[in-house]
Each structure stands twice: as C-alpha cells, then as structure tokens.
C-alpha cells in the first residue's frame, strides 16, 4: 500500500480536478486501469474531504488554488 500526504488546499483542488475530468475524457487516459487508479483516488477524497458539501465551496476552493499556486509557484 501506498500512502499520500497532500495539505488540505491540495486535496481540495486534486479533488475538484478529478471531480470534473469526470466522464469529460479530457484526460488522455491510455489504459482502462489508468481511469480505475483516477476514480481510486477521487473515492478517496470523497470519503476524507468535508469541504465539498459545505455551501461556501466554490469560494474555499477559489482560496485552494491561490493557496496551492502561491505555495508551488503554479500558474
């Protein structure tokens, strides 16, 4: 078993990304266990994160991403 240590800001932004590839295929997945791993690791996040059901979650992931874009100098 593998185990992951994201900060909450990032779990919160890998979620939304995972969240919204969803049925979209806009990821180039290159084998059907790739997809399975994805949807592995979005059912994980389900069952830790909280944030998503809460009414303000657009703007906690709004403040995420600037988080996680400061921190890591992306975008």
């Known amino acids: 078993m593998v185990s992951?240590?994201?900060s909450d800001?990032?779990?919160?932004?890998?979620?939304e990304f995972l969240a919204r590839r969803?049925?979209?295929g806009s990821l180039a997945i290159q084998h059907p266990a790739e997809e399975r791993a994805l949807e592995?690791?979005?059912a994980a996040l389900?069952?830790?994160?909280?944030?998503?059901?809460?009414p303000d979650y657009a703007e906690l992931l709004e403040k995420a991403r600037?988080?996680?874009?400061?921190?890591w100098g992306a975008g």
């Open 46 to 54: 389900e069952r830790t994160l909280i944030v998503p059901l809460r």
């Open 40 to 42: 592995l690791v979005q």
């Open 4 to 6: 992951i240590e994201l």
């Open 66 to 71: 600037a988080d996680v874009s400061r921190r």
């Open 9 to 15: 800001d990032e779990a919160l932004v890998l979620f």
């Open 22 to 24: 969803e049925g979209s």
